[in-house]
């Protein structure tokens, strides 16, 4: 992981989002540091995914603004923020019957001009995506006969090819064994470490997210409870506190980044009673 630097800084102000009327992250004002690795955590519900929708201009705020460097990602054409901008969302669609090659290549739409023809630079880029997550031996599979961890590495490198200098995953490693899941993450620190690329993702697993972020985000209630480094946020009093989960938080013998061990939950139960 790189040192943190001003580019590719992306800021909520006063930002309110929900779906319905009904808010769901309420007047959040946040700074992720640019050419960083950040981690958004949280117990369930607690607004971790609209937060990042809200930040990638999937949903329309009910209050407040982003900003990306300064500027209003709202006041941004769709082209010019895809060209910065790149997204894995949540629960991604892809067309009936295209195949991965095919989909990964859909990245390089915000670089395509009218009448421009596909590129050598193109055909590079995608191939890379391909490599980098695994998947060229999947490239001329149909996306609708993969399997969910497949289908989740094509839909990674569709964001990788897109190229942008700054990268939203929301939960990249859902559907992906624990192999793939470190595959991922080491990916993400590759490209963070590489290029200096920005990243913010959504995980659940907080050793996971203490050993490769930079910056750790806890929501709770649809607001950051916490936000710093791994070291300095995750303690057993937040855990617990924002979990509900008694914990001891521990160095990782690996890494030495912060590590919760759950406390044993049958002690102090009664014992079942004898017939």
């Known amino acids: 992981m790189s ?20 808010l769901v992250v309420q007047g959040v004002d946040l700074t992720l540091p640019g050419g960083a690795v950040t981690a958004v955590v949280g117990p369930n519900a607690c607004g971790k995914s609209t937060l990042l929708r809200g930040l990638a201009r999937l949903l329309t705020p009910a209050a407040g603004t982003v900003t990306l460097d300064g500027a209003s990602i709202h006041r941004m054409s769709a082209r010019a923020l895809a060209r910065r901008m790149g997204l894995l969302p949540q629960q991604a669609v892809a067309p009936e019957g295209i195949t991965v090659e095919a989909l990964v290549r859909l990245g390089r739409y915000p670089h395509q001009r009218l ?45 990788l090819a897109q190229d942008t200098p700054l990268l939203l995953l929301d939960e990249p490693t859902t559907f992906l064994d624990l192999r793939h899941q470190l595959d991922v993450l080491d990916l993400v620190g590759e490209l ?84």
């Open 192 to 275: 963070n470490a590489e290029a200096g690329r920005t990243v913010v993702m959504v995980l659940h697993d907080l050793g996971q997210a203490a050993r490769y972020a930079d910056h750790l985000v806890v929501m709770r209630d649809g607001r950051p409870a916490a936000a710093g480094p791994p070291a300095d946020v995750l303690t057993a009093e937040l855990v617990e506190d924002v979990f509900r989960v008694a914990c001891r938080v521990v160095p990782d013998p690996e890494t030495g980044t912060p590590l919760v061990v759950p406390r044993d939950r049958s002690r102090g139960r009664a014992a079942p009673a004898t017939p």
């Open 3 to 22: 040192a943190t630097t001003d580019a590719h800084q992306l800021a909520a102000h006063g930002l309110s989002l929900g779906y319905g009327g009904r």
């Open 115 to 159: 009448l421009t023809p596909w590129s050598a630079a193109d055909q590079a880029a995608v191939e890379e995506a391909l490599r980098r997550t695994g998947t060229q031996d999947l490239r001329d599979r149909s996306v609708d006969e993969l399997s969910g961890g497949q289908r989740q590495r094509a839909w990674i490198a569709l964001a």
